[in-house]
């Protein structure tokens, strides 16, 4: 199982990216973009958008990427924690019970990168996302 935080941007992922990686003193990152992805149909304002990228600092991977241009982006309002974990199981558990009392981001199912992932916004409006990861991270 692991626990990552993910940080969001809006359209300044990658300054972000340059930003840290001189701070924390990491290689900078492969990066995946809105319009690297497999199945989807970007508008054109969100093919450079950076999709995903992380940073391994102190034991757990920062993520960061761009929201899609237009979304709700609030600054200061944009960590997220995640959890992944090779249980189906115990993510099915972890999903219901971060639920409960809150709001459905992403539904629990399959995506182009992981095979059961969910998000969701607690009671205590802490957003989460989950994931079945194909083996465990440090």
């Given at each position: 199982m692991y626990f990552d935080v993910f940080l969001s941007?809006?359209?300044?992922?990658?300054?972000?990216?340059?930003?840290?990686?001189?701070?924390?003193?990491?290689?900078?990152?492969?990066?995946?973009?809105y319009g690297q992805?497999?199945?989807?149909?970007?508008p054109?304002?969100?093919r450079d958008r950076i999709l995903y990228a992380d940073i391994p600092?102190?034991?757990i991977h920062l993520m960061l990427?761009?929201?899609p241009s237009g979304s709700d982006f609030v600054k200061g309002n944009n960590t997220c924690l995640s959890i992944g974990t090779t249980d189906a199981a115990e993510l099915k558990r972890l999903y219901t019970a971060l639920s409960e009392d809150g709001e459905v981001e992403?539904?629990?199912g399959e995506t182009f990168f992981s095979e059961l992932f969910g998000m969701v916004t607690d009671k205590f409006g802490?957003?989460?996302?989950?994931?079945?990861a194909l083996a465990q991270t440090a």
């Open positions: 941007f809006d359209g300044d992922c990658r300054a972000a990216l340059e930003f840290y990686t001189k701070v924390f003193q990491q290689e900078f990152p492969n990066v995946m973009t992805v497999p199945e989807g149909d970007v054109e304002a969100d600092i102190f034991g990427a761009d929201c992403v539904p629990l802490v957003t989460w996302q989950l994931g079945l």
